[in-house]
């Protein structure tokens, strides 16, 4: 099977946020779609991460386009790009492709966010990469709960709905997109 990928979002790492939320909103007309804590204290050999971080898109069928993480110091060599998401065909590409970094060494972190399936890892220049696919469920965000992508596609679905259902905007996919490009829809 090839392994088809289609860009997804950005991450980036921002010294002012409310100067580059300002830009992105006003200038290029993002809308923000969420915001919150991100509360990541074991990030395996990575220290941890504490900071608001806010989404954004314009697109009604990608819950996020950018992200933005207030955690880039002046003096911060690092670029701003925190990782590259990337969408796969669907699980089973990022389980095939999950096995594939691991037979060759490379440390990954299986994660759902409720609304993905998630794999992330670096390159071998440490850029982090992301690469997922979508569940069928909406859930607000940040979310990020370790999740054994292994799992057979039942069990993993009975997992995610377990896992997520009780949060307050948890609903299926195809009613927060619909509701999204009718709202995208007014404002133009």
């Known amino acids: 099977m090839a392994l088809e990928l289609g860009f997804s979002h950005v991450v980036l790492k921002v010294r002012d946020l409310g100067v580059m939320l300002d830009f992105y909103t006003d200038v290029l007309e993002f809308e923000?779609?969420?915001?919150g804590p991100l509360d990541l204290p074991?990030?395996?050999d990575l220290p941890p991460?504490?900071?608001e971080i806010v989404f954004l898109s314009q697109d009604p069928y990608?819950?996020?386009q950018l992200a933005m993480l207030p955690v880039r110091g002046d003096d911060d060599p690092a670029g701003p790009v925190d990782h590259m998401a990337f969408k796969a065909s669907g699980i089973d590409a990022v389980r095939a492709l999950a096995k594939r970094l691991?037979?060759?060494g490379v440390k990954i972190r299986p994660v759902s966010h409720g609304n993905t399936w998630s794999c992330y890892f670096k390159d071998p220049e440490g850029n982090g990469i992301e690469i997922y696919a979508d569940t069928p469920f909406h859930v607000s965000q940040p979310q990020a709960i370790p999740v054994d992508l292994f799992q057979d596609d039942d069990e993993l679905l009975a997992w995610?709905?377990?896992?997520?259902?009780?949060e307050a905007d948890f609903r299926p996919?195809?009613?927060y997109e619909a509701?999204?490009?009718r709202h995208l829809a007014e404002r133009h």
Request: proline fraction near 0%; hydrophobic fraction near 25%; avoid cysteine.
């Open 32 to 35: 923000v779609v969420d915001r």
């Open 62 to 64: 990608n819950h996020h």
């Open 49 to 51: 991460l504490h900071a």
């Open 179 to 181: 509701e999204r490009a």
């Open 102 to 104: 691991g037979d060759t």
């Open 42 to 44: 074991n990030r395996g």
């Open 173 to 175: 996919k195809a009613d």
């Open 160 to 166: 995610t709905t377990e896992t997520f259902s009780d």
